[in-house]
């Protein structure tokens, strides 16, 4: 069945190449395309489209499709183009002319796009919270190693001092940063444009605004061409959240990665969460950590594929649309895999207690004898001056005591400011809104 037929059958090979991936990526949106013939046939009632028996028999048919979603039972056979279809397949045989009503005054592009804001709001909702519980997870680390010291590199050389505790919030701190970008396209997500139809509204006297409240939409996108424009606009603004996070991920992969190096040593995975070599026996591999930093890599491409997909097509609807879910819902899940499997692997992580006291690491405390000079008077250039020759001239003794101050350093880690920013963000965000 498709729900464009009109009485003639399109050729074999056509419709093949034009359903492409549709049945399989359609499970994706199954529960939400449900939920917004949920609303579409409360209005239709509303506005005396449809009768009330009508709207109870729609409701009760989709309510059994959401159950066997929940069940994992709902299937979109081959004899469906996609689950817009099927839905309305299951409808019509179960309650006749009321299954065939449902589609009064809609279209399947706004259909299709509603369903997908609804799916893409969701899942920035459900990553978000697993952003934040990777936040918290930094944080403990944080607290729980703020007095081990490791080394801090500029060009991949030792620089100067800085702390596991330092390392971990920044981390935490920046995936905060990352939510940000998952609010904007959450904000993007979260106009409706049921009722939008194929771009140019209806002559139907639809209420908007009522299934705009159903489905628990922010707002309406007013403008029914402009609506019709959210297509391309969601994936690709999510895709750019998708890809700042991965970015702050794949960074913290490839630190974990040389840490965990035998030259550096400053961190130790257990055995089980390593790999070995076929020939080198001593070996223990961080693949985990290296297909984190692959994975990430790969998804900061995702902007560019949706972009090349959408960027020379005027307004109006375009079959290309259908490509984004190929280009997006793999990658997406792809990206929740990465958290998960960091919320997994980052609490086991071990921290070697002392690298720093090694002789190698000495010159990393050049700038804390500097800072000796200048309490005791010397100006700064000649500080700089006379410790840069007692480096080169061997008479260089690192003055390894040290005490900072200032919020964010060494010794005032700042963990409760973040912690703030976490709650700020739980309190204030609409991403959070739901999990209240």
């Given amino acids: 069945m498709k729900i464009w ?9 056509i419709e093949k190449f034009t359903v492409g ?3 399989v990526l359609d499970m994706y949106l199954a529960p939400f395309d449900m939920r917004a013939s949920k609303a579409q046939a409360n209005m239709l009632a509303k506005v005396g489209m449809i009768s009330e028996a009508e709207r109870q028999q729609l409701v009760t048919g989709l309510d059994e499709l959401l159950a066997q979603v929940a069940s994992g039972t ?17 409808l019509t045989e179960k309650f006749g002319d009321a299954g065939k009503k449902i589609h009064t005054a809609r279209s399947r592009n706004d259909q299709v796009l509603t369903a997908i804001q609804l799916f893409l709001k969701d899942y920035a909702e459900q990553i978000s919270a697993r952003i934040v519980a990777l936040v ?3 944080l403990q680390k944080a ?3 703020k007095n081990d010291l490791l080394p801090g590199y500029t060009h991949f050389q030792a620089a100067m001092p800085s702390s596991f505790g330092l390392w971990f919030s920044a981390y935490a701190e920046h995936l905060l940063l990352d939510l940000a970008l998952f609010e904007a396209a959450h904000k993007v997500a979260d106009q409706n444009p049921l ?3 194929a771009g140019f509204g209806s002559s139907f006297p639809i209420d908007r605004e009522m299934t705009t409240r159903e489905m628990g939409f922010g707002s309406v996108a007013v403008s029914s061409v402009g609506a019709q424009m959210l297509r391309g606009k969601t994936e ?8 700042g996070a991965a970015g702050t991920l794949g960074k913290l992969a490839y630190d ?4 965990n190096s035998q030259d550096l040593g400053f961190v130790n995975l257990p055995k089980e969460f390593t790999t070995g070599s076929s020939i080198m026996p001593h070996k223990k591999n961080p693949d985990v950590f290296e297909l984190v930093r692959g994975h990430a890599n790969r998804l900061q491409a995702l902007p560019n594929d949706i972009m090349l997909a959408t960027s020379n097509l005027p307004s109006g609807y375009h079959r290309d649309f259908q490509l984004l879910k190929e280009l997006l819902f793999g990658p997406m899940m792809q990206f929740a895999d990465l958290l998960d499997m960091l919320l997994f692997a980052l609490p086991e992580i071990k921290i070697k207690e002392g690298v720093i006291e090694q002789a190698k690491y000495d010159p990393i405390f050049s700038v804390e004898n500097i800072n000796q000079l200048i309490i005791a008077g010397v100006p700064f250039r000649d500080a700089y001056q006379q410790v840069g020759r007692s480096v080169e001239d061997g008479s260089y003794v690192p003055h390894r005591q040290f005490q900072t101050t200032h919020l964010g350093s060494i010794h005032n880690l700042g963990l409760a400011e973040i912690a703030a920013k976490v709650a700020r963000w739980q309190e204030g965000s609409e991403l959070f809104k739901n999990q209240k």
Avoid: C, P
Avoid at 236 to 243: E, P, R, Y
């Fill in 5 to 13: 037929e009109k009485g003639f059958s399109v050729n074999d090979t």
């Fill in 21 to 23: 991936q549709d049945r």
């Fill in 74 to 90: 709902f299937q979109i056979e081959d004899d469906f183009e996609d689950v817009h279809s099927k839905i309305e397949s299951y």
């Fill in 136 to 138: 918290e997870v930094l």
């Fill in 143 to 145: 607290e729980a190693h």
């Fill in 195 to 197: 009722g939008s139809g």
């Fill in 236 to 243: 690709k603004t999510l895709a750019f959240a998708i890809a």
């Fill in 256 to 259: 974990l990665v040389l840490y």
